[in-house]
């Protein structure tokens, strides 16, 4: 999970931070108990946080030893990024095109940190802490936050919770595999794509998402069995502007065509008074 511009954010006498006109939840919600972000931000924490053990598992069985493994985790830390990487070496893709789908799925992160560092406003010496909890979950837990305490609190806990536990499982996941010997006997080559899509289904939520999505799933698919390990995966980053350019020409083109008639008919207009 095309990144839009922002309104100006605004602080009020209690702290609560806005961006543009407060939405139906935030007027009849207008502050929310700390326990209540807490409880949240602990249940998307744990829930995903358990997911590491399916990394874990999924990175020994690619090839990759255990403190690799644990270094990925702990240096990395997003999720769809690893799976990715380790995807692809197990298939036997090129280490480099292999780090390059993880990097490219990695980039989103940049643009959830352009809007959180507005909303978090956090002193300059803990920036660079905070920028390596900033994935998916810290930021879908975080900008529903009506006040900036609770986006604060919401955005803590999740990244501590998640990222604690996510290595803990990590570093399981991987002793067990090394343990149950052969991965790939027991099925767990499909744990990685199966958490990823647990993690994507529930974000495609319009129209344009799905229509994307489906065609980047077409795409790799078809490019599966002709090209190197990862490149079909970079390859179907494409769907996304190729989508947006289907779109935009179906929208302008009845207006377009309006406005061609329109211009015609002017034209013929001026020449008659001429």
């Known amino acids: ?45 744990i829930a995903v946080g358990l997911s590491g053990f399916a990394f874990g598992v999924t990175s020994a069985g690619s090839g990759l030893s255990l403190l690799q493994t644990c270094v990925l985790s702990l240096l990395v830390f997003t999720g769809a990024s690893q799976f990715a990487l380790v995807g692809a070496l197990a298939a036997g893709g090129n280490p480099y095109t292999a780090a390059a789908g993880a990097f490219f799925l990695g980039v989103r992160n940049a643009f959830y940190g352009l ?7 956090l002193p300059r010496a803990v920036r660079p802490f905070a920028a390596h909890w900033v994935i998916d979950e810290t930021t879908a837990v975080t900008l529903p936050q009506p006040t900036r ?11 501590l919770t998640l990222y604690v536990l996510w290595n803990l499982t990590t570093l399981v996941g991987a002793l067990g595999a090394e343990a149950l010997g ?16 647990a993690l994507l ?13 489906g065609l980047a799933v077409l795409l790799a698919l078809t490019l599966l069995p002709v090209l190197p ?23 302008r083109g009845p207006n377009a065509g309006n406005a061609a008639d329109g211009s015609a008919t002017q034209r013929k207009k001026g020449e008659r008074r001429s």
Do not use: C, H, N, Y
């Open 1 to 45: 999970m095309a990144e839009q511009t922002a309104p100006p954010e605004s602080t009020d006498p209690a702290g609560a931070v806005s961006a543009g006109p407060p939405g139906p939840a935030a007027e009849a919600r207008p502050d929310k108990p700390d326990a209540a972000v807490v409880r949240d931000a602990l249940g998307v924490g």
């Open 229 to 251: 390990a990862g490149v079909p995966v970079l390859l179907s980053a494409l769907a996304a502007p190729a989508v947006l350019f289907l779109m935009g020409r179906t929208k």
């Open 182 to 197: 052969d991965t790939d006997a027991w099925g767990l080559d499909a744990a990685s794509p199966a958490v990823f899509l």
């Open 149 to 159: 305490r609770a986006a604060r609190i919401g955005f803590t806990v999740t990244g």
């Open 115 to 121: 809007r959180l560092s507005q909303l978090l406003s």
């Open 201 to 213: 289904a529930p974000m495609l939520k319009s129209t344009t998402e799905r229509v994307t999505a």
